[in-house]
């Protein structure tokens, strides 16, 4: 028999202590309880102190009673350090150190972190319980918890204090009652992480004489959400309340219909909101019988106080004279009706019988081979990659499989096998498994499909093993398998490679993040200065893009480009795409062939216009780059790789457990070989978009380091420029990587690599002395100046300077000084004295202007510079704000946003929060005192202001933990 699915004995990703018996008993009087239930009423990072008066029933003679106490530490997982001290009744109970770390179930922890025998930590909650049973009095009973913090992050809130009191008070009544205690956390980590709709429950085991009659039934529960709990008692669904203080209530229901007399009732508990504990259960169930009238009020035989130890129980089974032996090993069973010998032992057993009777006689000449008899099973099977509960295609996940053996016997030696869509994985051998205990085998899976994968793990008895119920033997999982676009899979490909005598410029103008909605246009400046007569050879503009969507909806943008007032398409377009979860959104670099509009220096304009017409749509320009390849017959022989794409990577917490190897992106710059003896020096451009970070790495070849990505020129286009790497060039197959840091460093990155350049230029120019361009053939190191204009048609041969309609053969000498005129065609009569020096290095020099009919003119030449600054420009700083530990009900403190206007006229600033569903900061930003949504600051061209933010959650939000989102701040003409 296959089983498809198991029950959780705890939420597997946070942990908890299920809830079990800690004292039951039969009384007259019945069960007291009450609690102060906070939060709201204390402040954060303080000293706190809670008194809470109880009023035990007057005539009450306690038989029973707990006080339990429970403290909020403010993170889930960090050890922020405090105390608490506990008095009752003017006695101190304990002052307890609260100082241990939690470490989520999935993580590797425990499940919980046990500090003493009475105190323990739940993820962000202390627990303390104490036996009060001779403090407690008849009437007025007091708590005090204080608590004290013992560093700065410390929260010393008090959720609960509660006290229990089972009571005999001299009626004729009979009560059953059983108190059970945990602290068991139900999160929705468990569903979103690992599919599990981790459901809580606990169980009462009722004992009510056989004949009695019930007369009623209370059912009690003490719990620590800001939302109530759904409910069931054994199937029968119980009505939820609403909390009595912030974090923690109680609820207490009529059951007497649904009460089992006696055997296990169970009540179960799920969660409504985000996150909810269960600490506390009571039942009581008062009954009669025919002799009620004769019982005495207290009936201490019948109470039991369960301290969680377990043990071996020895029954005493002879019927004249049985005796039982202790002993571990060579346990002698004599079966004879007069003198029975019981040993409990599970190993070594002979049975010596009378003679006559054929059974098992233990001589060494006469013994056999014993199976144990073992029960196994497969009690789980969990899916995970690193820390998240996700099976990645092409990725190495693990596949934790854990085991079971349900006894009576220890199992010898047995086989796990892993199947994946029924073909054997892996078969590994466990090497026995004692009596009642659990082992997790670890098995590795590297699926190579998206889809939904049927996974079967098999218990295979050994030899050894007599395992009567094969029904639990496997178990089968369906477990979803997933892209994760969030790893290095689209290595950034060269576009381009060559040589050129000449240069590389890179250029971001004054381009910046912003958001563009439906019909909005975006535009972008660029202003290039080129050598006078360099003479562009290539020219490529690249449009970065992000965060495309449709409301919540990730799409492909539409939009039109325009550049220099020409209207392009893209030559190249690449996009990557997380693929999955929660902000699903596109992100992409186009390339855009911009050569024939590039001409030489001067200023550039590009416009992108958002063309989608739905008003929920928007993309964001994280900026426009500029890439120019120039000739310039005075520069050094360069070659050059262009490498472009876009690959998005991640290594934060909501990446899928990717580890910086998996969201490493590679850069390769094949092709030609280069002379390593010649280089005079070698630099690369790497284009980063939502940078920023500086545990980036940047590796080229056998280089590697960290802290490049400083957010220059913004954390949205983070361009390391130019940057040296000459000592670590290689002659051929050079590569960089650009690897995004461990979630263990800053909560890693989430980064778009999109361009790298490589130049490499050399010491003694190209070998063949020629620069040749267009229709221009110059040739034998004739060097054309700066200033010197050649118009069309010049036909220039050896050692000879010729312009535009003169005619000059080869028996023309011209030497220094000499004038050239009779054998020169020259048109109107004009006479044309060439001073200058024409030889095989010619210098034709400044401010000489030859036209087509040979006018030799003095021309001043003025030239013109313009610095245009956009109509829209918007600048913040700083890019990342930190509020720290935030409590609900307690605003963070406030942290200045610079805000400037570069652009020319006045513009208005709005704002928008990307953050999860009901996240903290689309609750609880603050922008200047109002919530985010409302913000609106008006700015006058080039002028600067500061606005304020703050986080103020409402004192009902449940969520706890780190977040991160994102703010925008948009900018458009007031």
Known sequence: MVLSSGVCSADNYVGGIPLTSAHSGTVSGGVYCDSYYGMGDQEAKASNTIEKTFTVPDNANVEWAMLLTNVYCGHMQNNYQGKAKVDFNGKNLGTETLNVPYTYSYNGGNGHVQVNDHVNRVTSDYMMYYDVTGLVKAGKNTAVVKTDPLDSSFDGRIRLVTLVVAYNDGSKKTIWYQVNRGHDADSYYSDDEMNENYIGSTAFQAALPEGSSLTDSKLTLVYQASSDGAYAFNGNAL??????????????????????????????????????????????????????????????????????????????????????DTSSDNTTNDTSSDNTTNDTSSDNTTSDVPA????????????????????????????????????????????????????????????????????????????????GATEAVEFVWKPEDAKNYTLRAVVVPGSTINDANATNNELSKTQEVMHNGYIGDKPLETYLHGTVKGNIIYDYGNSSYVKVSSGDVYTAGHSLSLPEGAIVKYARLYNFWTWSATGSSGVIPSMSLDFAGSSLTPEAEYA???????????????????????????????TVKNTNSDAENSFCIDGIALLVVYEDASGK????????????????????????????????????????????????????QSGGHEGIALKFNEMSIS????????????????????????????????????????????????????????????TDDTNVTDDTNVTNDTNVTDDTNVTDGTNVTDDTNVTDGTNVTDDTNVTDGTNVTDDTNVTDGTNVTIDTNVTIDTNVT????????????????????????????????????????????????????????????????????HDQENGPFATGLLLDQNIWSNYSKVLAAESAETSQAQLDLPLNYSSTGQFQGTLSLWAEAA
Request: aromatic share 6%; hydrophobic share 30%; with cysteine.
């Open 356 to 435: 006559g009777n054929t059974t098992n006689d233990t001589p060494a000449d006469n013994t056999t081979d014993a199976k144990s008899s073992a029960d196994l099973g497969v009690q789980a099977i969990k899916v995970s990659h690193n820390s998240a509960a996700k099976a990645w295609k092409n990725l190495v996940n693990t596949v934790n499989v854990t085991v079971i053996n349900n006894g009576p016997e220890k199992a010898g030696s047995f086989a796990l096998e892993l199947y994946s869509e029924g073909f054997l994985l892996e078969s590994k051998p466990i090497n026995g498994l004692a009596n």
């Open 576 to 606: 990557d795409q997380k693929g999955w979860g929660q902000y699903d959104y596109p992100t992409g670099t186009w390339a855009y062939n911009v050569t024939g509009l590039v001409s030489g220096s001067g200023n550039y304009i590009t």
């Open 239 to 324: 009505s939820s309340g609403t909390p009595q203080g912030t974090f923690s209530g109680s609820n207490t229901w009529d059951v007497k219909d649904s009460l089992k007399s006696s055997g296990t009732n169970t009540l179960t508990y799920d969660r409504t909101a985000s996150f909810y504990k269960n600490v506390l259960g009571i039942l009581t169930a008062e009954y009669t019988t025919s002799s009620s009238g004769d019982s005495t009020d207290d009936t201490p035989a019948d109470n039991t106080t369960d301290n969680g130890s377990t043990g071996d129980t020895t029954d005493d089974i002879s019927s004249d004279n049985t005796t039982n």
């Open 707 to 766: 802290g490049v990505y400083d957010s220059t020129p913004s954390s949205n286009l983070d361009i390391d420029e130019a940057r040296d790497v000459t000592s670590y060039l290689l002659s051929q197959n050079n590569e960089a990587q650009i690897i995004a840091p461990s979630v263990t460093d800053n909560s890693g990155d989430y980064m778009i690599p999109s361009s790298a350049i490589l130049a490499v230029s050399y010491k003694s120019g190209t």
């Open 846 to 913: 400044d401010n000489t202007n030859v036209t087509d009919d040979t006018n030799m003119k003095d021309d001043t030449n003025v030239t013109l510079k313009v610095n245009i600054i956009p109509v829209i420009s918007l600048t913040v700083s700083p890019d990342s704000l930190d509020f720290g530990t935030v409590s609900p009900g307690t605003p963070s403190e406030s942290l200045p946003l610079a805000l400037k206007n570069n652009g020319g006229i006045s513009i208005k600033v709005t704002a928008e929060v």
């Open 637 to 688: 022989e360069t070659q050059y790789w262009i490498n472009e794409g876009c690959d998005a990577v991640s290594t934060m917490s909501s990446s899928g457990g990717l580890t910086p190897d998996e969201a490493t992106v590679k850069i390769a710059f094949a092709g030609d070989s280069i002379d390593l003896g010649n280089v005079d020096n070698a630099r690369l451009w790497t284009t980063v």
